[in-house]
Nanobody
Framework: VQLQASGGGLVQAGGSLRLSCVASSRTFRAYGMGWFRQVPGKERTFVAAISPTGGSTTYVDSVKGRFTISRDNAKNTVYLQMNSLKPEDTAVYYC?????????????????WGQGTLVTVSS
């Protein structure tokens, strides 16, 4: 499965962005999907994940109430709606796919990765 992320950009603090990640295969609907982010010099960290049907989601505490992950299996696409953005949200954001949604949201559990899209939040 190939993943193509897009939607990053420069936004002021308090603004919004929506990231998209399109999968190349209809097997997309069988995978749990996640978003991670990475700041230069730091480890890639978990942001949000969604189950194959979209019925279950989970978030890192720092984005709860501000970010929403969703998916459209008919379009082979997962989204990350980011509202009330803060400068500390600045990072490269990656989408990723995992076989078993219920395993830990550790990068090693995800088998396919997109190329990343840069989000910059100015203060």
């Amino acid at each position: 499965v190939q993943l193509q992320a897009s939607g990053g950009g420069l936004v002021q603090a308090g603004g919004s962005l929506r990231l998209s990640c399109v999968a190349s295969s209809r097997t997309f609907r069988a995978y749990g999907m996640g978003w991670f982010r990475q700041v230069p010099g730091k480890e890639r960290t978990f942001v949000a994940a969604i189950s194959p049907t979209g019925g279950s989601t989970t978030y890192v505490d720092s984005v709860k109430g501000r970010f929403t992950i969703s998916r459209d299996n008919a379009k082979n696409t997962v989204y990350l709606q980011m509202n009330s953005l803060k400068p500390e949200d600045t990072a490269v954001y990656y989408c990723a796919a995992k076989i078993n949604y219920y395993t830990r949201n550790d990068p090693h559990e995800f088998v396919y990765w997109g190329q990343g899209t840069l989000v910059t939040v100015s203060s």
